[in-house]
Structure formats: structure tokens, C-alpha cells
């Protein structure tokens, strides 16, 4: 064998080796996001910024009611199947302390708005063009949903679309009854 033969060949033996080595470490569950449930009990992350109008938005303005916060992107076809659920909730729970907030993760304002509109959707839409929800909840992918507690503390967290029946379940023990 030539000298560089020998280096390919040792180069190759030296990845297999990192392979071996390195891969387990990466594939292992404790070093996997453990998406937005690993923060029941802690204080829900919030974070500053706009609605789909301009208007500054807080999820430290709802402190004293439950809070959904379902994270969501226009191109995402199994947000576009939930979002309606999550407006049937909202009005079904009118009165009764409960905030469904809906937070756009990574587009402009007016795609979000126009995409809201075109499934009749009235509850508040926030940018988070940063999308510093999605990495401060763990979100393996969208949606995500977080339930907050009337504390500010996170209750559940959901990665994936909900049923109706089981945002129903998510809340109904946290929402006092009209």
C-alpha cells in the first residue's frame, strides 16, 4: 500500500471510531429536548413583543387567568387543522378566566393575520418573528401548546395538534365554572 492509501484508510478507521463514539451521545434521551412538559411547575418563560396589529403583548398581562398558548406557522397543515378547535374553545370558555393566545412563530405580521382571518380566528395573534417562545418551550416541532396556570407557572405542555376533546381535558379542571 502507498503512503496515501494508508492515510485514507486511517482517516476512515478514525471516523468510524467517532462515530461509534459520538453518535449514542447525541441520539441519547437526556441530551434530546424534552419538550415544553419537562417546564410543568417552573415559571413560564415571557417575553416582550407585538400582536399582529403593532401592539406591544406580554404573557405577563394574563397573570390571574389560564393561559393556552399554542405556537403555530401559516405553512404548518396541522395548525391549520387545530386552529379552529382552539377558537371553538375560546368561545366556549368566554367568561371564565381562560386566554387562548395564538403566537406566530417566524413570519410577518400581515401573513399571520391573513392566514387568522382566512379560519375566522379572533383571538390575539402575537409575532414572535425571533421565535424565542419555540426554543424557551423546548417545541420539538409546531404546534406546540402550553397551558399556564392563573400562578404564571407552566401546568402542561403539548407538542403536536390537540383534539378539541383534549384541550378540553387540558383545561377543564384549571377553569372555574361560568
Known sequence: MNAR???WLAGGVVAVVAALVLVPLFLSPSSRSPGPSAL?????????LLDDSGKPVS???YRGDVVIMNLWASWCPPCRAEMPDLQRL???YRGRRL???GVNEGESPQRARAFADSLRIAFPIWIDDQQRYGRAYDALGLPTTV???RDGKVVRG???ALAYSQMRA????LVSAP
Open 147 to 149: 397551558i399556564v396556570g
Open 170 to 173: 387540558a383545561v377543564d379542571d
Open 40 to 48: 410543568a411547575g417552573q415559571t413560564a418563560p415571557a417575553f416582550d
Open 90 to 92: 375560546a368561545d366556549a
Open 5 to 7: 492509501a494508508i492515510a
Open 99 to 101: 386566554a387562548i393566545v
Open 59 to 61: 404573557l405577563v398581562r
Open 158 to 160: 403539548f407538542d403536536g
